[in-house]
């Protein structure tokens, strides 16, 4: 059994009632959504973050990524050139009833972040026995 997620893709864009106290860029991560029958893995692009920069909050069915970068220049030295832009990371989803909240994991390793949102129980496809009448 198949189903489809829909996905629209947004630009990062703060609520006039919010005023970013960080006068940077704010990228919004590419990320792939991969489903099986008991979980959705969210992989997100977040180059030069760590576990340290990357901040993830739930509040009313919107899951938020927030990761701060600095750049990493070396000491000494001034930039004469640059093809990649610095800046900090910010990607929203709305999360459905399947999603078991207690239970999402996340993990940052080489830039990348790794989300586990595993189904609830109620919405995990399974096999019903049939019994002989």
Excluded: C, W
Aim: charged share 30%; aromatic share 6%; net charge negative.
């Amino acid at each position: 059994m198949e189903k489809q997620i829909e996905v629209t893709k947004e630009n990062a864009v703060q609520p006039e009632t919010v005023e970013r106290t960080r006068d940077r860029r704010v990228f919004v991560p590419q990320a792939d959504i991969i489903a099986n029958a008991d979980h959705y893995f969210v992989v997100a692009d977040i180059p030069g973050a760590d576990e340290k920069s990357v901040e993830i909050s739930l509040e009313k069915n919107v899951l938020t990524i927030t990761a701060t970068v600095e750049p990493n220049r070396p000491e000494g030295y001034s930039l004469g050139y640059a093809e990649y832009g610095i800046g900090d990371y910010q990607r929203s989803f709305v999360l459905s009833d399947e999603i078991d909240r207690s239970k999402i994991e996340a993990i940052v390793r080489n830039g990348v972040l790794y989300l586990h949102l595993p189904k609830a129980e109620e919405a995990q496809a399974r096999k019903i026995a049939v019994k002989a009448g």
